[in-house]
């Protein structure tokens, strides 16, 4: 009798728990909790060029505040951290001026200058249009070590970078075309 009582109480104490960390996420995540959290990222004007840092909030949104503002396809990639299937994404054969932004918050993050046809059947580039407004994450999923590229200003996941990319950089910033915004070059 005691052992249940033991774990019945130790259950209500978890379960008790698990509701205050949500709800603690879900203040978090709708700002209600302190200071907003600040970014500095580099705003791009549609031909590439840099116009300079601002600091900025941090974009965090609920679950549910993603999935209205996205497809289903883009929610599953940039908030799961999926990937789109080679050669189906609009932007991997897009050849116009202009500057790639991400679908969560509009940060600028590729200039169509470093894009190029990699072959791999995802928009490739050979470097960000500024390291400041891209984050990189080691990835060990599916048995893999890679490097997770993620927007700075709202964690979406974009795709990953590669060192077998062309000079000058060497690099290969695989991304996911759902993850992408383009504006074309005024």
């Known amino acids: ?14 379960t008790a728990c698990d509701s205050d960390m949500a709800k603690d996420d879900e203040a978090a995540a709708q700002g209600k909790s302190g200071a907003a959290e600040k970014v500095t990222i580099v705003e791009v004007a549609s031909d590439g060029t840099k116009k300079g840092a601002v600091t900025v909030d941090k974009v965090v949104r609920t679950k549910e505040e993603w999935k209205e503002r996205l497809t289903d396809q883009q929610y599953a990639i940039t908030r799961e951290k999926g990937t789109e299937r080679a050669f189906t994404g609009k932007y991997d054969k897009h050849y116009e001026d202009g500057v790639y932004k991400c679908i ?49 200003r709202c964690d979406s996941h974009l795709g990953h970078v590669f060192t077998d990319g062309p000079r000058p950089t060497g690099l290969r910033y695989c991304m996911n075309s759902a993850s992408l915004d383009f504006e074309p070059e005024e």
Do not use: H, Q
């Open 104 to 152: 969560g918050c509009g940060t600028p993050l590729f200039s169509s200058k470093t894009k190029y046809d990699s072959g791999t059947g995802w928009p490739s580039f050979y470097e960000p249009v500024a390291e400041e407004n891209i984050a990189e994450e080691t990835d060990r999923s599916f048995g893999m070590i890679r490097t997770e590229v993620l927007c700075k």
């Open 1 to 14: 009798m005691y052992k249940v009582i033991v774990i019945a109480a130790a259950w209500a104490f978890l």
